[in-house]
């Protein structure tokens, strides 16, 4: 039985049921569709003025590309999903409006394809590529700052890049000393040189001693840069109010930090567009390698660019950071901390960077969803006031009058299969669902039939909520739900009545 698996140089940027069946006959390959498309998150005015300058758009190009990248991170988490073992990565073209997913068995294009993705069958799997990378980052002691800049994980070239300054024998060394596969990892000069920035902010200001920003609000404080601030630093508010202290810090390493504020300050789910208004987060949601990003500070406001790389791992004169997002946005001292966004959700806080907003430059920033994942936090999200409750009871009525009902739990970008992980044979006729998922979140439905050499979806409810039922008419089969937590945390419950 064989089933896939739903399973450079920088800077810190400082303070300045069914039951299992025994075997699965091949069939045609089904007539499915692809994945519905969202519609666009609502965008500020002083971001897509922003995108309008750093990306070269107009402002309904700005809006064009929000949709496409809004659907195209629903494409490939749906995929990641259901590949399993044999997704490759994934990114976007350099105008945001294609998919490209890499497969490492040329079986699952079909998959990939009928999602309405472009496919790349390629020799290492994502997680292989994790695998290379690990092996750097255990031999990290051996690569001095000043001639290896970091490295990370490029899924476009299906390789790890390692950033050389200078002679690069001393990089190709410290590759050879670490174990990893030399036809997996690329060797790349690089010019951009680190250098630790002071008196900086994203969002707004708070002082400790120096000056950094507050990334986004969560329930009782906010999360930020580690290297701000360590264990019981005391903080002051942009007004020099005292605001609150730091409860968890982490830097070098990594590079996150969270701060519980007095009852003188209500976190609220807003970032600052520096343009005397704010923009809404709606949720935290990743997004792929080649969407736009949006990036807010004191010191440069709002800069765009796309995000290049994840699980880049810099090489800081205060130590090495792994797991960063690599961009090309540009960043100054004055903008450490602050929060970073693709249309409204978040996806991380500044770490650091080289160049500057004249010239040009990267920048880096540490994944806010591992923020709040370390330290059990909750992103505030939506209009402000009190969050609503994660985990409203399951079967509150929503979806009523189905044959059966299961349930579950999951975190913001993860995954189930039902039923109770596994599949169902289903005559000819009428399949109909109902989710009935958390308040205030984003969770998805796809029903998937199985194609004789992978799962394809041939119906989907994708809209920006909790709740989605589906109908779909199809010929006998095997079939499968999949859940998925796009955006927040929380219960579930799912309604099916199969033919």
């Known amino acids: 039985m064989r089933r896939a698996l739903i399973a450079a140089t920088a800077a810190v940027i400082l303070p300045l049921g069914a039951a299992g069946l025994a075997a699965m006959p091949a069939m045609a390959a089904p007539n499915a569709g692809p994945v519905a498309q969202p519609a666009a998150d609502a965008a500020a005015p002083g971001m897509l003025a922003a995108m309008q300058r750093d990306l070269g758009l107009t402002a309904d190009q700005a809006r064009v590309r929000i949709a496409k990248e809004t659907s195209a991170n629903k494409k490939e988490a749906m995929l990641r999903a259901t590949l399993g073992t044999d997704f490759g990565g994934a990114w976007l073209s350099p105008d945001g409006g294609t998919l490209t997913v890499a497969v490492t068995d040329s079986a699952q294009t079909a998959a990939v394809t009928a999602a309405g993705a472009k496919v790349k069958v390629v020799d290492r799997s994502a997680a292989e590529l994790d695998r290379v990378k690990a092996k750097l980052d255990r031999t990290a002691a051996k690569a001095p700052a000043t001639a290896v800049a970091g490295w990370y994980v490029d899924v476009a070239t299906n390789t790890v890049v390692v950033l050389a300054r200078g002679d690069v024998s001393v990089a190709e060394s410290f590759v050879a000393g670490?174990?990893?596969?030399?036809?997996?990892?690329?060797?790349?000069?690089?010019?951009?040189?680190?250098?630790?920035?002071?008196?900086?902010?994203?969002?707004?200001?708070?002082?400790?001693?120096?000056?950094?920003?507050?990334?986004?609000?969560?329930?009782?404080?906010?999360?930020?840069a580690g290297h701000c601030g360590s264990v019981g630093t005391a903080t002051q508010g942009y007004n020099q109010v005292s605001q609150g202290t730091f409860r968890g810090s982490s830097f070098p390493g990594n590079d996150y930090a969270w701060v519980q504020t007095n009852s003188n300050w209500t976190p609220q789910p807003w970032v600052n567009n520096y343009?005397?208004?704010?923009v809404t987060v709606a949720g935290s949601a990743e997004a792929a390698v080649g969407a736009s990003v949006c990036r807010s500070g004191s010191t440069t406001g709002w800069r765009c660019g796309t995000i290049q790389a994840k699980n880049s791992t810099v090489n800081y004169p205060q130590g090495r950071v792994s797991g960063l997002t690599r961009t090309n946005a540009c960043a100054e001292p004055g903008d450490s901390g602050?929060?970073?966004?693709s249309g409204q959700q978040a996806q991380g806080v500044t770490s650091g960077g080289s160049g500057n907003c004249s010239t040009g430059g990267t920048t880096y920033f540490q994944p806010v969803n591992e923020i709040l994942s370390v330290y059990g936090l909750t992103l505030r999200t939506g209009g402000g006031g009190n969050p609503p409750p994660t985990t409203p009871p399951p079967g509150s009525g929503t979806c009523s009058g189905y044959q059966n009902t299961y349930t579950g739990s999951l975190s913001s970008g993860g995954t189930q299969i039902q039923p109770n992980g596994s599949y169902f044979l289903a005559g000819s006729g009428t399949h109909r669902a109902c989710l009935d998922g958390p308040t205030s979140r984003d969770f998805d439905l796809y029903l998937q039939r199985w194609s004789g050499s992978g799962w394809v979806s041939v119906a989907s409810g994708t809209s920006p909520g909790p709740d989605e039922t589906l109908t779909y008419s199809g010929s006998s089969g095997y079939y499968r739900y999949v859940v998925h937590a796009y955006s927040g945390s929380g219960s579930y419950s799912l309604g099916i009545t199969r033919p």
């Not at 343009?275 to 704010?278: I, K, V």
């Not at 602050?338 to 966004?341: E, K």
């Open 178 to 224: 670490s174990g990893a596969a030399a036809d997996a990892v690329r060797v790349v000069r690089t010019d951009e040189t680190p250098t630790t920035l002071y008196d900086v902010r994203g969002g707004d200001a708070y002082y400790m001693g120096g000056r950094c920003s507050v990334g986004f609000s969560v329930t009782g404080g906010f999360v930020t």
């Open 275 to 278: 343009s005397g208004g704010n």
């Open 338 to 341: 602050g929060s970073w966004l």
